[in-house]
C-alpha cells in the first residue's frame, strides 16, 4: 500500500514537472513581441512594422505594433532603450533615431551604439519631394524659383525635426538657396494630411505614404533625392538630376534591440525576421510601397549604422540644419 502511494505521488510529481516545463516552453511564444514605433500610424516605418508583425502572428509568433510618437521620436526609442531585454520589446527606427538625431541633438538621451544592439536592416527607402494644389510648377527648379519669389517663403512639412524628410528639406534648402520654412509634425501621417490641406506646400515623404494622393491627382512628385531613380517609378527624376548634385538623402528602417539583449536571442530575432521579410508576399507587399528589402545580419546593421553616423555628421554641419 505504501509503496502504491509513494509511486503515485513520485508520478504526480513527474507529470506536475512535466506540465511545468511544458508551460514555461511555450510562454514564450504565448507573449508577443511587442513593435515600438516611434511615430504615429501611417508612413514607411508603421507599415513595415504592421506588414511584419502580420506574417509573425501568421507564422505562429504573435506580434503587435506599438506606436509611440513625440520628440522627434526620442520617445518611443527610450522607451524600447529602458525596456527588459528580453527580445519582446523592439525599435522600429529609421536613420533619424539612429544616425541623425544624434549629430543633431545636443543633448540626446541614448546612444545608438552604446544603448543598442542592432537585429536586423530591414528595408531602405526612397523619399521623394511631393507638392501639393498650391505649387502649380512641375520640377525642383520651378519649386526654388517660387520660394525665392516670397518674401516670407514656402512652408514645409516634415515628420520631425531631425527626422530624414526634414534632413533632405534643409540639405535643398541649402543647395540651391531656396527660402523654405519648416514645420514639423509628429509623423508623416500627420505631414500629409497639411499637405493635402494646404497648410505646407511641400514635404519629402516615402511613396508609402503619398502614392495613392498622387495616383488620385491629389499630390504631385517632383523628384527622389536619392543617389539613382526608385525603380517602381522610373519617371520620377533625381533631386541631383534636377540641378543639384549635392543633395543626396538616403533613409534606412531597421529594427533594434536593448543593448543587454543577449547575443543568441538577437541571432534567432535576426532569422525570425529575415524568413518573414524575405516571404515573396512580403517582399512585392513593400516594394509597391516604395520599401526596398535588405535583411542582412546583425554585424551588417551594426556596420551600417555606424557608416550612416559619419555620412549624416557630414550632411548635417554641411545644412546646418537644427532641432526648432
Known sequence: MGVTIRATVRLVAAALALFAAGAEAQSPAAKPIRFVVPFGPGGGIDVLARSLSQKMSERGRLAMVDNRPGASGIVGVELVMKAPADGFTLLVADSGHFAINPN?????????????????????????LTVGAAFSGSSVGEFVAMS??????????????????????????????????????????????????????????????????????KLRMLAVVSEKRAGFLPNIPTVA?????????????????????????????????????????MTSRLAELGLDIAAGTPEQFGLSIRLQLEKYAKLVKMSGAKVD
Open 148 to 217: 525665392k519669389s516670397r518674401p516670407d517663403g514656402l512652408l514645409y512639412g516634415s515628420s520631425g525635426n531631425g527626422s530624414p524628410h526634414h534632413l533632405a528639406m534643409e540639405m535643398l534648402r541649402v543647395t540651391s538657396g531656396a527660402n523654405l520654412v519648416h514645420v514639423p509634425y509628429k509623423g508623416v501621417a500627420q505631414a500629409v494630411p497639411a499637405l493635402l490641406a494646404g497648410d505646407v506646400v511641400a514635404l519629402f515623404a516615402g511613396a508609402s505614404s503619398t502614392l495613392a494622393h498622387v495616383k488620385a491627382g
Open 104 to 128: 543633431i541633438h545636443p543633448k540626446l538621451p541614448y546612444d545608438p551604439l552604446r544603448d543598442f544592439a542592432p537585429v536586423v536592416e530591414a528595408a531602405n527607402t526612397h523619399l521623394f
Open 241 to 281: 538630376e534636377s540641378g543639384y548634385p549635392a543633395c543626396v538623402v538616403g533613409n534606412t528602417i531597421g529594427i533594434l534591440a536593448p543593448k543587454a539583449t543577449p547575443a543568441e536571442m538577437v541571432r534567432e530575432l535576426n532569422s525570425a525576421l529575415t524568413q518573414v521579410l524575405r516571404l515573396p508576399e
